[in-house]
T-cell receptor, first 108, second 115 residues
């Protein structure tokens, strides 16, 4: 697995966009970038994934740089319920290694 | 919609005892994963099964074993329990045959406490 680096914590005001960065400079060509989140003591929840192109779904957008060495997860309108630990994983295959992630706090 | 079911939700055992955790995947899902999350730690992959065959192995101790049955439910068997085995154990399932193995659905977890 490619090593990923994320800031340990971030704050975001409710209603604003949350932009969570992830560095994966050693990613190889067949490794996808996955984002999961874990709300306190619940099981992790899939958010989005991508290989080369930017992706968008009902939860978030994923922006991957052209060289694939970094990516940004965007929650367009953060709510209090988006407070969680967000994990960026760069991997081929689906047996995920989580951690350490970014603890996002959405503030009222 | 049906979700992943895990039982029991809480379990208390003494050191050196055995424990069995059960996981019932989402109907028609063909792949099951087990993860362990210690206090204040991130989830760690233990083992996975695809169509009842072990597909990958992570940091699962030799004292643990798991299997997936014909009805696709899975059991994680833990023997000679140690204090350090106290953790949340998550089961997840996905539908690999549809190409959506990236989307794992996690259960609520079993909280194991070893005294």
């Amino acid at each position: 697995d490619a090593k990923t680096t994320q800031p340990p914590s971030m704050d975001c005001a409710e209603g604003r966009a949350a932009n969570l960065p992830c560095n994966h400079s050693t990613i190889s060509g067949n490794e996808y970038v996955y984002w999961y989140r874990q709300i306190h003591s619940q099981g992790p929840q899939y958010i989005i994934h991508g290989l080369k192109n930017n992706e968008t779904n009902e939860m978030a957008s994923l922006i991957i740089t052209e060289d694939r060495k970094s990516s940004t997860l965007i929650l367009p309108h953060a709510t209090l319920r988006d407070t969680a630990v967000y994990y960026c994983i760069a991997r081929y295959g689906q047996n995920f290694v989580f951690g350490p992630g970014t603890r996002l706090s959405v503030l009222p | 919609a049906a979700g992943v079911i895990q039982s029991p939700r809480h379990l208390i055992k003494e050191k050196r005892e055995t424990a069995t955790l059960k996981c019932y995947p989402i109907p028609r899902h063909d792949t099951v994963y087990w993860y362990q999350q210690g206090p204040g730690q991130d989830p760690q992959f233990l083992i996975s099964f695809y169509e009842k065959m072990q597909s990958d192995k992570g940091s699962i101790p030799d004292r643990f074993s798991a299997q997936q049955f014909s009805d696709y439910h899975s059991e994680l068997n833990m023997s000679s329990l140690e204090l350090g085995d106290s953790a949340l154990y998550f089961c997840a399932s996905s539908l690999e045959s549809s190409g959506r193995a990236f989307e794992q659905f996690f259960g609520p977890g079993t909280r194991l406490t070893v005294l």
